[in-house]
């Protein structure tokens, strides 16, 4: 799509060569009845950004000189309690410096209007993702990805704030396959809250039952986050959403996935996400610590993500893990604002991983069991227990007993190769007969220590050393 074909997409958009001091903007990303997101330049410092801008179509519209111009005076109201919000979420979405959480660079007010700058992310929406590639999505893609999330969500609850507005709509999956999360909404809420329209404001499906209440906010805490991750991750699952929380509340036709039993994921999943969906909010995980306990999985910590973005690094530990003491946040009073998000970077074709965009690797489906297992001797030679070496056999007296079996080295590293048409792989020297899925990756398990994997083959050599410290699942490509 041209730069011009998007402007005519995207009522009210500004023009491509629009210049904000420094920043250039070079692409209409997208756009929604509350804001248009730009691709932009910045001249100052020579990198791409991304440029969100307060624009609610249902109330202003774009004048010749480029300002906002109400629809009508009874929209003042409305229009300058959304800007004041959207200013608001700017300021402390800038406080934030998370990894998986949209990360503000600066803001400004200018064309009647608020714009913020963020860093640019590519990939695409996890909607996006899952309709185009669903076969990425199982138990392992899963497992690798949602603890950061876990670590972004906390990071809010920990400040005292909610999303409230989490779908998948909102997660951006960059090409390097680490989660990013988006759009926070509150600038949309507080405009449905003037006009009445607060049911058709938030997601249907997403959204718990309290959020529908006339005080919403006494009741919501860190368990309306984890009702609407809950529908995200059932959503990933089985293909849909739960029904709307106001109909469940009067009759619950949303069958448990443990009852429905989708092939290929575990019960603890299935029994944390059934949880996490429960119409009352006592009901559910209080905390994403208890949340993440139940599936059994840590929250991913900002080093831990960090590490993540270098090539053949652990994304994500596997290790039990104690969950941290839960805060009571029970009928916590949550501020009237909340952090906001936006949409950026939106490229067709998401790449999980580095140096290609390939499905997920087919052996991922035993990612999370193999990840806790301690190591086997599925990648040695094939030694027959009961044979000896020549030594062995002129000292071992007659009536030796069978030899024990070794002892299984502990942690274990479930880690997936990018193997090319034509190369063979050495680990530690030795050759791995190892072939790659279709999607180009091969996995093993691996004790700790360091390990040194080669890669040969059309006239080249990769390599790269891993030193693994503690069980987790890594992605390799030299």
């Given at each position: 799509?041209?730069?011009?074909?998007?402007?005519?997409?995207?009522?009210?958009?500004?023009?491509?060569?629009?210049?904000?001091?420094?920043?250039?903007?070079?692409?209409?990303?997208?756009?929604?009845?509350?804001?248009?997101?730009?691709?932009?330049?910045?001249?100052?410092?020579?990198?791409?950004?991304?440029?969100?801008?307060?624009?609610?179509?249902?109330?202003?519209?774009?004048?010749?000189?480029?300002?906002?111009?109400?629809?009508?005076?009874?929209?003042?109201?409305?229009?300058?309690?959304?800007?004041?919000?959207?200013?608001?979420?700017?300021?402390?979405?800038?406080?934030?410096?998370?990894?998986?959480?949209?990360?503000?660079?600066?803001?400004?007010?200018?064309?009647?209007?608020?714009?913020?700058?963020?860093?640019?992310?590519?990939?695409?929406?996890?909607?996006?993702?899952?309709?185009?590639?669903?076969?990425?999505?199982n138990e392992a893609w899963i497992r690798r990805t949602?603890?950061?999330?876990?670590?972004?969500?906390?990071?809010?609850?920990?400040?005292?704030?909610?999303?409230?507005?989490?779908?998948?709509?909102?997660?951006?999956?960059?090409?390097?396959?680490?989660?990013?999360?988006?759009?926070?909404?509150?600038?949309?809420?507080?405009?449905?809250?003037?006009?009445?329209?607060?049911?058709?404001?938030?997601?249907?499906?997403?959204?718990?039952?309290?959020?529908?209440?006339?005080?919403?906010?006494?009741?919501?805490?860190?368990?309306?986050?984890?009702?609407?991750?809950?529908?995200?991750?059932?959503?990933?699952?089985?293909?849909?959403?739960?029904?709307?929380?106001?109909?469940?509340?009067?009759?619950?036709?949303?069958?448990?996935?443990?009852?429905?039993?989708?092939?290929?994921?575990?019960?603890?999943?299935?029994?944390?996400?059934?949880?996490?969906?429960?119409?009352?909010?006592?009901?559910?995980?209080?905390?994403?610590?208890?949340?993440?306990?139940?599936?059994?999985?840590?929250?991913?910590?900002?080093?831990?993500?960090?590490?993540?973005?270098?090539?053949?690094?652990?994304?994500?530990?596997?290790?039990?893990?104690?969950?941290?003491?839960?805060?009571?946040?029970?009928?916590?009073?949550?501020?009237?604002?909340?952090?906001?998000?936006?949409?950026?970077?939106?490229?067709?074709?998401?790449?999980?991983?580095?140096?290609?965009?390939?499905?997920?690797?087919?052996?991922?489906?035993?990612?999370?069991?193999?990840?806790?297992?301690?190591?086997?001797?599925?990648?040695?030679?094939?030694?027959?227990?009961?044979?000896?070496?020549?030594?062995?056999?002129?000292?071992?007296?007659?009536?030796?007993?069978?030899?024990?079996?070794?002892?299984?080295?502990?942690?274990?590293?479930?880690?997936?190769?990018?193997?090319?048409?034509?190369?063979?792989?050495?680990?530690?020297?030795?050759?791995?007969?190892?072939?790659?899925?279709?999607?180009?990756?091969?996995?093993?398990?691996?004790?700790?220590?360091?390990?040194?994997?080669?890669l040969q083959g059309n006239g080249r050599t990769r390599?790269?050393?891993?030193?693994?410290?503690?069980?987790?699942?890594?992605?390799?490509?030299?």
């Open positions: 799509m041209t730069d011009n074909d998007n402007n005519r997409t995207v009522p009210n958009a500004l023009p491509v060569g629009y210049r904000f001091n420094e920043f250039e903007i070079k692409e209409v990303i997208g756009g929604g009845g509350f804001g248009i997101v730009y691709r932009a330049w910045d001249h100052q410092l020579e990198r791409t950004i991304a440029i969100k801008e307060f624009m609610p179509s249902s109330l202003a519209v774009r004048g010749d000189d480029m300002t906002l111009v109400l629809r009508s005076e009874r929209f003042g109201k409305a229009f300058s309690a959304g800007l004041n919000s959207f200013i608001q979420e700017a300021r402390l979405l800038a406080r934030f410096n998370h990894p998986n959480l949209l990360h503000v660079l600066r803001f400004w007010v200018q064309n009647d209007t608020a714009y913020m700058g963020t860093l640019f992310y590519s990939g695409t929406t996890l909607s996006r993702l899952r309709e185009q590639k669903p076969e990425l999505i949602l603890p950061m999330l876990f670590g972004a969500i906390k990071t809010i609850h920990d400040e005292g704030y909610l999303h409230r507005d989490i779908s998948l709509d909102n997660i951006q999956i960059q090409d390097n396959g680490l989660p990013v999360l988006l759009d926070f909404g509150s600038a949309r809420r507080t405009i449905g809250n003037l006009s009445d329209e607060t049911e058709t404001m938030l997601r249907p499906g997403f959204a718990p039952i309290e959020q529908y209440t006339d005080d919403n906010e006494s009741e919501q805490g860190p368990w309306t986050d984890i009702y609407a991750l809950g529908a995200v991750l059932r959503t990933l699952i089985v293909g849909s959403p739960p029904p709307v929380s106001v109909v469940r509340s009067i009759q619950d036709t949303c069958k448990p996935l443990v009852e429905l039993m989708p092939q290929g994921y575990s019960i603890p999943l299935l029994q944390a996400i059934d949880r996490a969906l429960a119409l009352h909010m006592e009901d559910r995980p209080q905390s994403i610590d208890e949340f993440a306990a139940l599936i059994e999985m840590p929250v991913a910590g900002i080093n831990d993500v960090l590490t993540a973005k270098k090539p053949g690094t652990m994304l994500v530990p596997v290790e039990d893990e104690k969950p941290a003491s839960a805060l009571d946040w029970r009928r916590y009073k949550i501020p009237g604002m909340v952090a906001a998000g936006v949409l950026v970077g939106v490229v067709a074709g998401a790449m999980l991983f580095s140096g290609g965009g390939h499905d997920a690797p087919e052996q991922a489906a035993q990612a999370p069991a193999e990840t806790r297992a301690t190591e086997t001797a599925a990648n040695a030679p094939d030694v027959k227990p009961e044979t000896a070496t020549v030594n062995e056999q002129a000292t071992a007296p007659a009536t030796a007993q069978p030899t024990p079996p070794p002892v299984e080295a502990s942690p274990v590293a479930l880690v997936y190769i990018r193997i090319l048409d034509g190369e063979t792989l050495k680990v530690n020297g030795e050759p791995k007969a190892l072939r790659p899925a279709n999607n180009g990756y091969a996995s093993l398990k691996l004790p700790a220590g360091e390990v040194k994997i080669e390599g790269q050393t891993l030193d693994i410290t503690k069980p987790g699942t890594w992605l390799v490509n030299p």
